[in-house]
């Protein structure tokens, strides 16, 4: 079975690097037109020239309603046409939930819950008119939650059942949705924490076995090969759940 995308437009949240540049990449790969959107022009920029003429930029940031209703137009004027959507933007900060600020709890909630919902409601009307598919990014540690984690686990949760939801809600309109349940893969979030809080979290996640869990991270390549997987099954074949994890070892030896 095919899995070209000729022809075909896609969104990429969360696209200027990790899992993000890797799926925008892919896909261009694979015949389509891929809008990638971040919230920094230059990382984005940058991202762009890596892939060439079938990647453009539009910066946006997922939390706020109005700068997603300003990119989904921007895309509609630019590209004309929707088929796929990648809802991949999230953060993720290390914090137990009594030590959360405020801004943390709601830039949290805002980017990985929220932002799924206002990209899928900016984007459904195109969808719905080449009965599209919207891909949702998920984590393994929904089924082993990882502590200094939970908010942000919390988020995916969420994400696990409007993905769900939304299958059901959309199915009259053509529009298939995939959850895509990944884990831990090379580069990606861990990059932005401090590298003393990261270790303190890495010693409590052994200690708990979730090292041994997770195992050895992945290419963000791997995942990216998957959303294409979903992406690509003929109209009135819907991929519902996809859970990619790791089956490499952690190594014990490493502190
Ligand atoms: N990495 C892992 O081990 C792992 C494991 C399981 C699941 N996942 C999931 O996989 C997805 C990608 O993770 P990753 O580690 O590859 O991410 P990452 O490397 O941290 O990249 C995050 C991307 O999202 C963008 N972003 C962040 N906040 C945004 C906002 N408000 N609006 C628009 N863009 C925003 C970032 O660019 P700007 O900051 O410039 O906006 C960046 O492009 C996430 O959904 C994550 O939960 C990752």
Redesign the pocket.
């Known amino acids: 079975m095919s899995e070209r995308l000729d022809g075909k437009v896609a969104v990429v ?9 890797a799926t925008a990449r892919v896909l261009s790969e694979r015949g389509a037109r891929v809008a990638l ?4 022009r230059s ?2 920029d940058d991202a762009v020239a890596t892939i060439g003429d079938a990647a453009f930029a539009v910066v ?5 309603p109005d700068s997603v209703r300003a990119a989904f137009a921007e895309i509609e004027r630019d590209a004309g046409r929707l088929d796929l959507l990648v ?6 900060r290390l914090h137990r939930v009594e030590d959360a600020s405020d801004e943390d709890l709601a ?1 949290t909630v ?3 819950f929220l ?1 799924v919902l206002y990209c899928t409601r900016a984007a459904i009307p195109m969808l719905r008119a080449s009965s599209g598919v919207v891909v949702n ?5 929904v089924r082993r939650p990882f502590p200094m984690l939970s908010v ?1 686990l919390a988020t ?1 949760g969420a994400v696990e059942l409007i993905s769900y939801a939304l299958g059901e809600e959309l199915r009259a309109d053509g529009i298939r949705v995939t959850l895509l349940r ?11 924490w401090d590298p003393e809080e990261g270790r303190r979290a890495l010693e409590l996640w052994k200690e708990r076995g979730l090292l041994d869990f997770a195992g050895m ?1 992945m290419p ?1 390549e791997v ?1 990216a090969e998957s959303i294409v997987h979903a992406a690509t099954r003929p109209p009135g074949v819907g991929v519902d759940l996809l859970e990619v994890r790791s089956s490499t070892p952690f190594p014990r030896h490493s502190d």
């Open positions: 949240t969360g696209a200027s690097r990790g899992i993000g540049l959107i971040a919230r920094t990382a984005l946006a940031d997922v939390s706020d809802n991949n933007a999230a953060i993720a830039a805002g980017t990985n932002g990014i998920s984590s393994e540690g942000y995916k990944s884990g831990a893969s090379t580069g990606g979030f861990a990059q932005d991270p963000p995942i």
